[in-house]
């Protein structure tokens, strides 16, 4: 089968490798869709050092189930589905208390084993979800709004909370769409000046649409005192976006963090304490509810690629994501 190898930073190159056999309990995915994330471009990068050589990426998968292993019922054959991607070993401390994502024996799909920018993969069929009454667009955007969801489970926003999200690529403006749902006084998003991405966030929930200039003023003129906001989202993918996540948070305010570009980060940590702010961080989260967003179009996510490539421009596809107009790139199998 064809599939994209990703050996080293920057070195990405479609080629023909053998096509992965489910065993006992596992199941094959005819791939439709797979989203290039943050996580992706780091290890592209090479912020995000490379947990497997050679690796095919690709996590934010859908596809259409073409076989199964021993022990699997033959009744998925022909579903449309999407994977989570921690496979865990369902057996120790972490597992047995509700924390997959945190089994120390997991392996991540995408990342420490092959993923689905490929024409085929593999998955355990315990971690699939059937998702007939979503596109193969939406269903591939299962698993980073579970993330989102996973961030307000970790430390949920109040109603009437001003709210701001900084960051505008996909995981922000996610983010602007699961927050408006807990009726917020006020959603700010921020964005680098002269951002090509900023008017989606206007059109998908947030109030204000600023960038870094424009944020002391707005800060000093909708926030309780000038002193800053109840919940900050920093998705930025960048190492300085945690600097201002704690700059633009009121005392005993909220900073999620959301970011995973691999590189390390420093921040006024004297500030932090003096504020009492509490930090949160999360990262993958429960698929059902998401999916449940989805079927119920509270979420918006076909506007949100802004580009689409066949498997055979891998290479192209990923040169492009790292541009700044860019939301998500998508490869189409």
């Not at 089994?103 to 315990?126: H, L």
């Not at 300085?240 to 006024?268: C, M, N, Q, Y």
Request: charge should be neutral.
């Amino acid at each position: 089968m064809k599939a994209l190898l990703l050996e080293e930073p920057k070195h990405i190159r479609l080629t023909e490798v053998e096509q992965p056999s489910p065993g006992p309990g596992w199941l094959l995915i005819r791939v439709e869709r797979a989203g290039i994330c943050g996580t992706d471009k780091a290890m592209y990068t090479g912020t995000y050092r490379l947990l497997k050589k050679p690796l095919i990426p690709g996590h934010e998968v859908s596809g259409i189930v073409v076989d199964v292993g021993a022990g699997v019922s033959r009744d998925l054959v022909g579903r449309r589905v999407t994977t989570e991607i921690n496979v865990y070993c369902g057996k120790c401390w972490y597992c047995r208390n509700g924390m997959h994502t945190h089994c120390p024996y997991r392996e991540t799909i995408g990342i420490t084993r092959d993923g689905g920018m490929a024409e085929y993969m593999v998955t355990r069929a315990d971690l699939i979800h059937v998702v007939d009454d979503l596109s193969p667009l939406q269903a591939a955007f299962v698993e980073p709004l579970a993330a989102v969801v996973e961030m307000v489970e970790m430390e949920p926003v109040r109603p009437l909370s001003r709210v701001a999200v900084i960051g505008v690529g996909a995981i922000g403006l996610l983010a602007v769409q699961v927050l408006r749902l807990f009726n917020p006084e006020l959603i700010v998003a921020v964005s680098r000046p002269g951002s090509p991405k900023a008017r989606l966030a206007g059109e998908l929930g947030a109030d204000l649409v600023v960038d870094y200039p424009e944020l002391t003023e707005i800060l000093r003129r909708e926030t309780p005192e000038g002193q800053g906001f109840d919940y900050v989202v920093e998705a930025t993918g960048s190492s300085k976006g945690l600097e201002i996540a704690v700059d633009i948070a009121r005392p005993r305010g909220v900073v999620a963090l959301k970011s995973t570009h691999g590189s390390p980060v420093s921040f006024d940590q004297t500030k932090a304490v003096i504020k009492e702010l509490r930090l949160t961080t999360s990262r993958c989260g429960p698929f059902d509810k998401a999916i449940s967003l989805l079927r119920k179009r509270l979420v918006n996510v076909d506007k949100l690629v802004t580009s689409e490539y066949g498997l055979e421009k891998g290479a192209e596809a990923f040169e492009k994501s790292l541009e700044r107009d860019q939301v998500k790139v998508h490869i189409v199998i």
